[in-house]
């Protein structure tokens, strides 16, 4: 199959609406259907929402009107997704293909395009980009001439699989995974027999441009404390969430005199957790206040010295490689990044503008080498994201690898 590396036509396939005021969630997606756009690429996006119909997902009468609500919600997120991409013509909010199986009412959208014409622009595609293989509507999927699987959530979803929990991985022509160590022999991620393309998070430089920063700014970052899964066992081992990561850097702002201002989704089940925060010296803000819409997100990275990434236990655990989508934005925007090294540090430089630290003794030193020279690592920050991140190269890349990957969909 030929396919032009200049421009061509890509479906791009997510779960957004479902998240709404989720806006580093949604940035995430942002960055490949703008990134695209700017290479010149035709960009349909499609996304799914369940039925709130009686005969649907919401069979108790008094669910009804809460799952209108919802739908509502859903509905108000997309349209604010094709919005700020400008592809308000391009998109489709589709209704259950996220299952299997079509939708008995045949034009069943709930916003964008009508299901025939989504149809049309799959079948005359050259790329389907099915991003945690989100869209499983197997008359979709079926119409694509290339599909490519995108993990962007390394381990849980192959340990899955691997314990026969989920069956994720098929179907596809290609699997590429932000995991930059997946595959390697001492990777404990699960490979599935799969040839998983390796590919870094990509960002959109003009949209994350370096801005001066106060000296006296804060360290941040945007997370959940727990997140959507459980800690998972594998082979007689447990892997971690980002609670039983950042329980293991509580000390931090008591070893250096930087402030830290952490955008945490944390449960009020979790208020031990929280006062411990607070206590240690950890300033807390609501991420859908501070970061729930895209303009809030991108405001909340300017307006710091720059990020301290904490990552999940998994990835760690795992020596996955990965590497944050939220991460490339700071760099993008000329701040630091001091990121705990999930065997990233073996593929990315560690250094300037970018340093990578295992012991909370090491994070402590890293930021207080960027505070002693904020300049030097600010520029050289923005260099990492122009050299490793630009969706430019990023992106052209992919999809060069996607089209070169024998297909596995028969295999898979």
């Known amino acids: 199959m030929s396919l032009p590396m200049t421009a061509g036509s890509v ?6 609406a479902r998240r709404p005021r989720r806006g580093g969630h949604a940035w995430a997606f942002l960055q490949y259907v703008l990134g695209f756009r700017r290479l010149g690429w035709d960009v349909t996006w499609l996304d799914s929402i369940d039925p709130t119909t009686r005969s649907g997902a919401t069979d108790d009468e008094d669910d009804y009107p809460r799952a209108r609500r919802r739908r509502a919600a859903e509905v108000g997120e997309f349209e604010r997704f094709c919005a700020f991409a400008g592809i ?3 998109a489709s909010l589709m209704v259950g293909a996220s299952e299997r199986r079509p939708p008995v009412d045949a034009d069943a959208v709930a916003a964008g395009l009508p299901r025939r014409d989504v149809l049309e622009r799959v079948r005359a595609s050259d790329l389907l980009i099915n991003v945690m293989g989100y ?6 999927l079926g119409a694509a001439p290339r ?4 993990d962007i959530d390394p381990g849980f979803g192959q340990m899955w699989e691997d314990m026969g929990l989920a069956r994720l991985f098929h179907g596809h022509d290609a699997y590429a995974t932000v995991g930059g160590r ?12 799969i040839d ?7 960002v959109v430089l003009a949209e994350f441009e370096p801005r001066e920063s106060r000296t006296d700014a804060p360290w941040t970052s945007v997370c959940s404390w727990r997140g959507p899964f459980e800690p998972i066992e594998h082979e007689g081992r447990t892997y971690g969430l980002r609670v039983h990561e950042f329980r293991r850097f509580l000390e931090l702002p008591r070893l250096t005199d930087a ?7 944390i449960d009020e089940s979790d208020a031990v957790d929280r006062d411990r925060l607070v206590a240690a010296g950890w300033r807390l803000v609501d991420p859908l206040d501070r970061a729930g819409d895209y303009e809030s997100y991108r405001r909340f990275i300017r307006s710091s010295a720059g990020e301290l990434m904490i990552a999940k236990g998994l990835y760690v655990q795992t020596r996955s490689g990965w590497f944050s989508d939220r991460s490339v934005c700071y760099l993008a925007s000329g701040l630091p990044v001091v990121a705990q090294d999930t065997g990233w540090t073996e593929s990315l430089p560690s250094g300037d503008g970018l340093i990578g630290f295992g012991t909370v003794g090491e994070a402590a030193s890293a930021i207080d080498a960027v505070r002693s020279n904020p300049r030097r690592h600010a520029r050289a920050a923005r260099e990492v994201a122009e050299a490793r991140f630009d969706s430019r190269r990023v992106l052209a890349r992919l999809v ?7 297909s596995m969909r028969a295999s898979a």
């Not at 479906?11 to 957004?16: F, M, T």
């Not at 599909?147 to 995108?150: D, H, M, V, Y």
């Open 11 to 16: 479906v791009i396939a997510g779960a957004v």
């Open 88 to 90: 308000e013509g391009d």
């Open 135 to 140: 869209i499983r509507d197997e008359e979709v």
């Open 147 to 150: 599909r490519l699987f995108l």
């Open 182 to 193: 997946v595959g390697d022999d001492d990777c404990l991620i699960p490979t599935l027999g």
């Open 196 to 202: 998983w393309i390796r590919t870094p998070p990509p």
């Open 259 to 265: 402030p830290f201002t952490i955008a945490l989704d």
């Open 400 to 406: 060069e690898r996607a089209v070169a990957t024998p």
